[in-house]
Each structure stands twice: as structure tokens, then as C-alpha cells.
């Protein structure tokens, strides 16, 4: 089958640093996405990872590794409107399969 | 100048009724999807087509009808609709080979009484 499992919630202040970690189990892969949804919003596209290493896009990076199916998105420099559920997703054919997102709460 | 749009944005009907979801994409991609986000926002693919052509169909009840008339129209028509159908419906797009990122909709919530 296929799965990804994400902490459902993280919690940090303004200001500070903090990692959603993402592992998965899929038949195929051909890369890691992450998506950030606010609350009665749709996912918005975030960062794509198809190869080991970090990318990085402003205060927002990613992590992939193929050999431990393991990823995690970097988020510095938090700010409130960072609020919201990430949802980490594979692409093991041309459907995305989605994580169970994670909650993060930015407190000032 | 919205990318992926659809309609209506809220949805209130009774069980065993009929209703459709329109969702259009002014972005010249070729394939579009349909999401169902459950309560707990679990977000499951529910179809892809790639230009008119359905390429997936993950094992969604038969009652589940999507029609493509153009590559940038992809619409949803539920049938007999059931209380376990509540859930919120997602639109997205995604430009062709080489591209990944997917774009959504702003989501049709669906509310079966």
C-alpha cells in the first residue's frame, strides 16, 4: 500500500524554527511535494523535491531522502500568517497521494 | 484572473439527491483532478483526466460521475447523494509532463442532511 505519515500538530512562537517531518511508503516515487492549506482555503503548492538534498525557496526549505523515504519542510523565520496545515504528498504515478497533514500553531 | 475555479463554493442538499460541481482552469494545463477533503482534512485524489481523457479513477462509487467537455472543464456529478459524501471538493491542475506543482480550486463545500 501506500502511506505517509506526518505529526498531526506542531506548535511554535514568532520568530522561531520549525521542521514537519513526512515519511512515506509507495509502490512508485517520482518526488516529494509539500503543500500549505489555511483554514477554509485551498492547498497552495509550496516546494517540490525529486532528488536527495535540500531546496530552498525564501524562509520555506525542503529535505529529501530517496534511501530513508524521508522528507521534511524547514520553515524559518515563523510568522503568524504561517498558521495553517501542511500536507506533505508523493507522486507515484500522475496522482499526488497525500499525508495526513500537520497542524502548525504560531503563537506571538 | 482566478486559475482554478469552481461552483457553487457551498453545496446544502438532501440525501438521495442528484447535483453537479463545475470547475474550470484558465491556466492551459492539460490535466485536472478531483480531491474529496474529508472532517479530518484528509485529502484523497478522486479522479484525473489529461485532456479529456480520464487516466484515473481511484475506485470511487459508480454514483461519482466526472465529465470533461474541453481540457479546461472538469465538472462532478453525484448521484443519489449519501450523508457520507459530506466533505469538501477540490478542483486542481497541473501543467503537462516535467511540471508537478498542482494548482487548486477554492473547494466546494458539500453538505448532505
Known amino acids: 500500500g501506500q502511506s505517509l505519515e506526518q505529526p498531526s500538530e506542531v506548535t511554535a512562537v514568532e520568530g522561531a524554527i520549525v521542521q514537519i517531518n513526512c515519511t512515506y511508503q509507495t509502490s512508485g516515487f517520482y518526488g516529494l511535494s509539500w503543500y500549505q492549506q489555511h483554514d477554509g482555503g485551498a492547498p497552495t503548492f509550496l516546494s517540490y523535491n525529486a532528488l536527495d538534498g535540500l531546496e530552498e525557496t525564501g524562509r520555506f526549505s525542503s529535505f529529501l531522502s530517496r534511501s530513508d523515504s524521508y522528507g521534511y519542510l524547514l520553515l524559518q523565520e515563523l510568522q503568524m500568517k504561517d498558521s495553517a496545515s501542511y500536507f506533505c504528498?508523493?507522486?507515484?504515478?500522475?496522482?499526488?497521494?497525500f499525508g495526513t497533514g500537520t497542524r502548525l500553531q504560531v503563537f506571538p | 484572473d482566478t486559475a482554478v475555479s469552481q461552483t457553487p463554493k457551498y453545496l446544502v442538499t438532501q440525501m438521495g439527491n442528484d447535483k453537479s460541481i463545475k470547475c474550470e482552469q484558465n491556466?492551459?494545463?492539460?490535466?485536472m483532478y478531483w480531491y474529496k477533503q474529508d472532517s479530518k482534512k484528509f485529502l484523497k485524489i478522486m479522479f484525473s483526466?489529461?485532456?479529456?481523457?480520464?487516466?484515473i479513477n481511484e475506485t470511487v462509487p459508480n454514483r461519482f460521475s466526472p465529465k470533461s467537455p474541453d481540457k479546461a472543464h472538469l465538472n462532478l456529478h453525484i448521484n443519489s447523494l449519501e450523508l457520507g459524501d459530506s466533505a469538501v471538493y477540490f478542483c486542481?491542475?497541473?501543467?503537462?509532463?516535467?511540471?508537478?506543482?498542482?494548482?487548486f480550486g477554492p473547494g466546494t463545500r458539500l453538505t448532505v442532511t
Open positions: 486542481a491542475s497541473r501543467a503537462g509532463t516535467g511540471r508537478y506543482e498542482q494548482y
Open positions: 491556466l492551459g494545463h492539460d490535466t
Open positions: 483526466y489529461n485532456n479529456k481523457e480520464l487516466i
Open positions: 504528498a508523493v507522486a507515484p504515478s500522475d496522482k499526488l497521494i
